[in-house]
């Protein structure tokens, strides 16, 4: 498997786009997390099933988040993708996000080529108040059986905060 910090750029971001790698698929239980150090996915754990993903979660490459691991990405995709598909996505917004007092901003994304969800969904708006109530709902509990009250959804944000905030973890990675 290829290291995708090495073969990867963090994409086109003034254009809107970004490569994102897939983590976890939407429907999994299993925390797989990217482990930079071996260039190589790993189970950190596995989720009670009341608390699977409700979208397919990865990281941009080449970026490092306030919290110290890449950027992470929420898919949105009618269908769960698989861990270690990278693809190139259209950015929407962003979930901002606090997990044990550290910063841990998810950027909402889906696939550049969607020709299933097509040209109507280009921003979180698009999305409707249901989807982010439901992913807010996910990311605000599901760690609660073992840290309850440690994650919190800060709010959201539109496409150019999501720019800003995947600008400063470039960089962050660049200075690293």
């Not at 983590?23 to 989720?47: N, Y």
């Not at 099933?49 to 890449?70: C, H, M, N, R």
């Not at 909402?108 to 020709?115: L, S, T």
Request: glycine letters at 8%.
């Amino acid at each position: 498997m290829a290291d995708f910090n090495q073969v990867l750029t963090p994409g086109s971001v003034d254009d809107g786009f970004v490569n994102t790698v897939v983590e976890i698929p939407q429907g999994s239980m299993l925390k797989v997390e990217w482990d930079r150090e071996r260039a190589a996915f790993m189970l950190d754990r596995v989720e009670p099933a009341i608390f699977a993903k409700p979208v397919s979660y990865g990281f941009i490459p080449q970026t490092l988040d306030e919290d110290g691991d890449e950027l992470d990405t929420l898919v949105v995709c009618d269908e769960p993708l698989p861990t270690g598909v990278w693809l190139e996505a259209k950015i929407l917004g962003v979930m901002k996000f606090e997990d044990d007092g550290e910063v841990d901003d998810k950027i909402v994304v889906r696939a550049a080529d969607d020709r299933n969800i097509g040209d109507w969904c280009n921003s979180l708006d698009d999305l409707g108040e249901t989807w982010k109530a439901k992913v807010e709902h996910h990311f605000t509990h599901y760690k609660d059986l073992k840290k309850p009250g440690k994650t919190i959804v800060k709010g959201w944000g539109d496409i150019e905060e999501a720019k800003t905030i995947i600008k400063e973890c470039i960089e962050r990675w660049n200075n690293k």
